[in-house]
């Protein structure tokens, strides 16, 4: 891999700015291969040296993932000049990293949003061919029953002629229930659910493929995924 200065090294992990970067590493909190580095523009292989930072290991991603609980009131996008985006509720140094969210969540719908810096990996999770299943929690106006579930799971056609692929429908005799779907059409949940007549008054994405939201984040929380969450997304749950 090619070789990297060691303020841009720490800068690419999120972890705090360039100049920031330069005064940890002035401070003498960095080793390299088991050295104290006093030098900003130390050179080192991202891939071989052994870098750690008050004694912690740090471990170089060339490409970044994180989840967040999205709040509702928040639209998915990377800029917009009237509305607050997801992208306003990053802590400044992870700004700089180039995220943009993975599919879209409607402004009204909150929970687990991908963001990432790897167009590679959003193709794949977004693609209906990967059939990657996203899972939400809808309370309506109505009561979901078996006859929707069968519905759900047949491939609705929506009100303007639409056809969703089979979708799974979870009921409980109350009036909210668990829908899974494996495309991302606009506003598909919402959409699938009027289609049988039960407006949605909450939707919250719970999980993608097995990967679930961590409720412990609270609204707008952040956390960066690690491998073995990565390779939950592209699992069953
Ligand atoms: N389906 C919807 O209707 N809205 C979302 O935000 C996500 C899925």
């Known amino acids: 891999m090619a070789q990297l200065r060691l303020d841009k090294f ?22 390299v291969d088991g050295r104290v580095v006093l030098r900003p523009e130390q050179k080192l292989d ?13 471990r170089y991603r060339e490409r970044h993932y994180y989840m967040m609980d999205k709040p509702e009131g928040v639209i998915t996008a990377t800029e917009d000049d009237a509305q607050k ?8 140094e992870l700004r700089r990293l180039g995220l943009f ?14 963001l990432t810096d790897d167009g590679d990996f959003a193709h794949r999770v977004i693609s209906p061919k990967s059939g990657v299943k996203k899972r939400y929690w809808a309370l309506v106006d109505g009561l979901p029953d078996a006859e929707d579930a069968l519905a ?11 056809r969703c692929l089979p979708a799974v429908l979870e009921y409980s005799g109350k009036n909210e229930c668990f829908v899974s779907v494996q495309e991302g059409k606009y506003h598909q949940v919402r ?22 939201l961590d409720e412990k984040l609270g609204p707008g929380g952040l956390c960066e995924l690690n491998d073995e969450q990565l390779c939950m997304v592209f699992l069953d749950r």
Do not use: N, Y
């Open 191 to 212: 959409r699938m659910l009027a289609a049988r007549g039960m407006p949605v008054l909450k939707l919250r994405r719970l999980s993608i493929g097995a990967l679930r």
């Open 85 to 92: 985006t997801v992208m306003d509720l990053l802590p400044p």
């Open 46 to 58: 991202p891939a071989c040296a052994t870098v750690q930072m008050d004694g912690q290991p740090l």
């Open 101 to 114: 969210p993975v599919g879209r969540l409607d402004k009204d719908t909150s929970g687990l949003l991908l």
């Open 10 to 31: 720490l800068c690419d992990l999120g972890l705090c700015s360039r100049s920031e970067a330069r005064e940890r590493i002035r401070a003498g909190r960095l080793c």
């Open 152 to 162: 759900f799971a047949q491939g609705l056609v929506l009100g303007d002629g639409t």
